[in-house]
């Protein structure tokens, strides 16, 4: 071997030459020149670097073969962990889809509950309108005149007549009393 050689006469790529040089405080003793140049135990020089070439040829086609075999197995687990998510992502696309049904029923429900009050309140108030209708037909006692188009207001001075609409109760006040003096004068 070229340049390094232990103290047992033996070339670097002897196992036992590194035990030497580590009781020699980690180096190698150089007996023969050669283009090497004095190393530690790592193995530099001509010998120690094609020995450590070699074995990272062996390095890489282990650590190759190695790779290739996790990707063959990591290529089955991805295949069983992509079944599982698609077996996952179908079941979740189901649950969606039967969330969205039970919404939309839900705002069917809504909306037929909505559209049954809101018949129900023009019912109300068609009701409503009738009464005041029926109401407005009703003639003042004291005239005969329909309540609404009546100007006389019920007060303690005419108890004969009945309450007639407010607006008519506003607006002839004057003509009330007019018409209450000329009434309890007619009666007496």
Not at 31 to 56: D, F, I, L
Request: charge should be negative; glycine fraction near 10%; include cysteine.
């Amino acid at each position: 071997v070229e340049g390094q050689v232990g103290v047992c006469g033996k070339g670097s790529s002897c196992s036992s030459c590194l035990a030497c040089a580590k009781k020699l405080g980690g180096r190698f003793i150089r007996r023969n020149t050669g283009p090497a140049e004095r190393g530690r135990v790592s193995g530099r020089g001509v010998g120690g670097e094609r020995e450590r070439e070699r074995g990272n040829f062996e390095y890489i086609r282990k650590r190759k073969a190695e790779e290739e075999k996790d990707s063959h197995s990591e290529g089955e687990i991805e295949t069983d962990s992509e079944k599982e998510t698609e077996s996952e992502s179908e079941s979740e696309e189901e649950e969606e889809e039967e969330e969205k049904e039970e919404e939309e029923k839900e705002e069917e429900e809504e909306e037929e509950e909505e559209e049954e009050e809101e018949e129900e309140e023009e019912e109300e108030e068609e009701e409503e309108e009738k009464r005041k209708e029926e109401k407005e037909e009703e003639s003042c006692t004291a005239c005969g005149v329909p309540a609404h188009q009546c100007n006389l207001k019920a007060c303690l001075g005419c108890r004969a007549v009945k309450y007639c609409t407010r607006e008519y109760q506003k607006r002839h006040w004057r003509d009330h009393q007019k018409g209450c003096r000329s009434l309890m004068a007619a009666a007496d």
